[in-house]
């Protein structure tokens, strides 16, 4: 018999999450049915649409249901398998959740290819985040030589990618970070033209003077006060990918009177594009693809990243409500067990 | 000498026009230099737009100066011509402005084709608010068959094209109406498969019956509280092409609290894409693909289009005054003078 720790859903959050959400089980794994594969967790990924369903608000997925095992994409080793693709000791990902342990339909797991990278980057740089910014770019922002791409959470997963891939497209990346050593590594090590510390409360004219030819693009992933002064600046056939609003997923952002007005008004006046996403509409087409241009790139150090590794499965709550308030510096990866 | 009467702008209205932001002029026409031509106006189109172009608020248009003839699509008839392409009793259409008679640059004139359709439709169904629904449902909205396209001001120029191309493209129309006579008006002549009036108090819930398998398509051109009823039914993947929003033009439409987050969270979620236009993005390339499209319905009756018509350039600013709050039924047009 193998032994799991899993961290499950105790009950909903109200406004931000705290550590009587979560229950830490042991469990003892059921056998293993024809086609399942029995799996030991290396890496779990933590990220901001976790939020989302912890809530049973109307959302493009069904939440977590109580006493349901928290739900997340992962980076594990076969130990056994019934399955004709998988053999003991493949590396594979799949969201099998906050666990250490799982047995697993094999229909649900990709083998991972990281062309040479580290086997954790499947979960950001080349997972779901690194493909969430390059389809968003891609697919909606597509920026063009000259113009000016600014992204919010820059030093994270999504917002790293979306500036190295913008100024591979030969635009000019403004990132805004929170605090001095985020913004130094998106200048120093990311390679951005400009960064700014959202914090800073200067943000609008800090970030006027950023961008003098206004700004083309706009990667949206967390909302809140960042909204406010990018709007003012959004060129004539601007876009705005949206790909997360973190700033709200505690139910903050809104501010003291209605600002819906303003935002509808500029995205008429200035034929503004905004569109929502979620990568897996552009997953089944289009990952491979993402996988063969980037992957080399990341190999080689051209696109950097930067992970946040916490040690045990048992530490993944805390560091998941730290990451929510902007804590974690790098993409958050728990690391579960030794490869 | 030709003497003209004009309508220019004497101040700036803060809220609601009223008649002292108005003067009228009489004044005699300059010589026409080589290319001028000299016209006499017959039609007058007035659009909730030109609001936008009295106040000075960064647009994508110039503001009208303070004393100036206030802007405005006209179609005239040629007077005197020294431009080659115009000879006298040719009928033109240009953006000549509030006024009875103009000495104009003829590169600034298009001779008026509607395919046997009266005149004055090329300021309506077969002019900017016709190519205005047309461009928004074909380069945005994309209506597929099946699909729901809700519009509010469904019995406007804009709204009454956008339902019936909606089916002629095989989706179901939806349409939102003030009162009564206009929701009659929009289902009987116009044949949208349901209409609601935006004065009932359930308005939310009337669209929802009215709606079973949510919308795909709304094309949004008037905003305030029609669009909180709008959002929770849009489906993923919906799209809204923003053209006008009528209900803001006037400072209001602003709720009591922050609406920025719903929509936005909306917008996230649903994977929705909202998309700001002027039509004249469009009309250099396609104008005339709409008209070979689009005309010989209309003088067919197979589309068809209902015109407010106001006798006299000097009654444009009370007829402007009240198209703002709905009191028009159908495009609105000032007769200027007889054909």
């Not at 997963?157 to 990346?173: C, D, F, I």
């Not at 006046?269 to 905004?274: D, E, G, N």
């Amino acid at each position: 018999m193998t032994e799991a720790t899993r961290i499950v859903l105790a009950s909903r959050p109200s406004g931000a999450p705290n550590a009587e959400n979560f229950r830490t089980q042991r469990v003892e794994l059921p056998d293993a049915a024809e086609g399942d594969v029995t799996v030991r967790v290396l890496y779990l990924s933590l990220d901001p649409y976790m939020r989302g369903r912890m809530s049973d608000a109307k959302s493009y997925a069904e939440p977590v249901p109580i006493g349901g095992v928290m739900e997340g994409e992962t980076v594990a080793e076969v130990l056994k398998s019934r399955h004709s693709d998988f053999a003991p000791g493949d590396i594979v990902r799949g969201r099998i959740g906050w666990c250490s342990h799982a047995v697993i339909g094999g229909d649900k797991l990709r083998l991972v290819e990281t062309h040479g990278a580290p086997v954790s980057a499947a979960l950001g740089v080349l997972g779901m985040p690194g493909f969430t910014a390059w389809s968003g770019l891609k697919f909606i922002g597509k920026p063009q030589p000259g113009e000016t791409v600014a992204v919010a959470a820059a030093s994270g997963p999504v917002g790293s990618m979306v500036g190295q891939l913008a100024k591979l497209a030969g635009a000019r990346p403004v990132g805004i970070a929170g605090g001095p050593e985020k913004c130094a590594f998106v200048k120093d090590e990311l390679g951005f033209d400009a960064v700014l510390d959202h914090r800073s409360p200067s943000l609008s004219s800090d970030l006027q003077t950023a961008c003098p030819k206004g700004i083309d693009v706009y990667f949206e992933n967390v909302g809140g006060h960042v909204w406010d002064a990018i709007l003012p600046l959004l060129n004539p056939y601007g876009r705005v990918p949206v790909c997360g609003l973190v700033a709200h997923y505690n139910g903050a952002g809104a501010g003291n009177e209605d600002r819906l007005p303003t935002t509808m008004g500029a995205i008429l006046r200035r034929s503004l594009t905004v569109r929502g996403f979620i990568q897996t509409e552009f997953a089944a087409e289009h990952f491979a693809t993402f996988l063969a241009e980037v992957g080399p790139r990341v190999a080689s150090g051209e696109v950097r990243y930067r992970e946040d590794i916490v040690e045990g499965i048992e530490n993944a709550p805390e560091a998941f409500i730290g990451m929510l308030t902007g804590k974690n510096f790098g993409k958050l990866v728990v690391k579960v067990s030794d490869l």
